[in-house]
């Protein structure tokens, strides 16, 4: 249903280079630069990074990546703190979700919720 989001960042490179880095375990590469806006997808441009129109701080938004594995879910993991996110949940199984539900949750630039999320069960 979802074709594309963009999201309101008050650094377009500094979030580029956050998504640049923290979207490769999971396929994600930037996919087209169009003025002040980066665009980022496995095929397309399915997130938009643009600039921030209003002064005030932006409201936390929650995006959640799907990850072909667990493998790719810890790899997120890794490659977001390692591009400075603060890490929310370490990869785990989130059982009150669905009995396969494995994921990790870090926070962007902006303060945005990140996810990257695996529904099937281990070796599956």
């Known amino acids: 249903m979802l074709d594309h989001i963009a999201i309101q960042v008050s650094d377009v490179a500094a979030s580029a280079r956050f998504y640049d880095q923290a979207l490769a375990p999971l396929g994600g590469r930037r996919t087209k630069e169009f003025g002040e806006f980066v665009g980022f997808g496995t095929t397309g441009h399915t997130l938009w990074l643009v600039p921030a129109t209003d002064e005030g701080p932006g409201r936390e938004l929650h995006l959640a990546f799907q990850a072909p594995d667990r493998a790719a879910v810890e790899a ?49």
Not at 83 to 101: I, M, Q, T
């Open 76 to 124: 997120f993991h890794a490659a977001a703190v390692a591009a400075g996110a603060e890490s929310l949940h370490a990869p785990r199984v989130f059982p009150e979700y669905h009995a396969s539900y494995y994921g990790a949750f870090v926070r962007d630039p902006d303060g945005n919720n990140v996810e990257a999320v695996c529904h099937t069960a281990q070796g599956g």
